[in-house]
């Protein structure tokens, strides 16, 4: 299995509170990826990361901002969470352009009341 | 876009029941194609892969052809098993400057009785 943690495993806050959600890896690898995982939408990308303090949006980045200073941390943060962002979230990782595939960690359940 | 379209689920199965998942996919270029299974309170975990046309993926005794006319990526397995019992997403990668980005199907709900 790949190494990746995800912190915390589970989180409830309320509306208009900051949350950081965090994604640690082991492997070494050069991309990082932030999911959210919602029932009838499958999982969706909402920020990347291609290096070291290179980032990119994904398709729902509204809302959401990340952070990347060491090649193992990926950061998510939610700026004033709303119950919209009542999800899962994933972390992923892969570790080239050339390898195509992805490896995910075991997720964070996030409820915002 | 790419997009990716699976068949409605749930599905149900009696064990060793023949499984079939239909995929179809949209994308411009020649992406490359996965299947992932995510077991209950876990994340999601690679199944197979193709990343050309008619390259077969297999593992586990699933399988999946990459068909480029019929744009599908279609998951079987001949026997099923309870422990199969987990929700499935089919996947593609484009082959951006920036890494790869998976877009996603909906997944589906597959549930094997004894």
């Known amino acids: 299995d790949a190494g990746i943690t995800q912190s915390p495993r589970h989180k409830v806050t309320e509306t208009g509170t900051p949350v950081t959600l965090r994604c640690h890896q082991t492997e070494n690898h050069r991309y990082m990826y932030w999911y959210r995982q919602d029932p009838g939408h499958g999982l969706r990308l909402i920020h990347y990361s291609y290096g070291v303090k290179d980032t990119d949006k994904g398709e729902v980045s509204d809302g959401y901002s990340v952070s990347r200073s060491k090649t193992e941390d990926f950061l998510l943060t939610l700026e004033s969470a709303t119950s919209s962002q009542t999800s899962v979230y994933f972390c992923?990782?892969?570790?080239?352009?050339?390898?195509?595939?992805?490896?995910f960690g075991p997720g964070t359940r996030l409820t915002v009341t | 876009g790419n997009s990716v379209t699976q068949m409605e689920g749930p599905v149900t199965l009696s064990e060793e029941a023949f499984l079939t998942i239909n995929c179809t996919y949209t994308a411009t270029g020649y992406p490359s194609l996965f299947w992932y299974v995510q077991y209950p309170g876990e994340g999601l975990q690679l199944l197979l892969k193709a990343t050309k046309a008619d390259d077969k993926g297999s593992n586990k005794g699933f399988e999946a052809t990459y068909r480029k006319e019929t744009t599908s990526f279609h998951l079987e397995k001949g026997s099923v098993q309870v422990s199969d019992s987990a929700v499935y997403f089919c996947a593609l990668s484009d082959r951006g400057a920036s890494g790869s980005r998976l877009t996603f199907g909906e997944g589906t709900q597959l549930t094997v009785n004894p």
């Open positions: 992923a990782i892969s570790e080239s352009r050339g390898m195509y595939e992805q490896y």
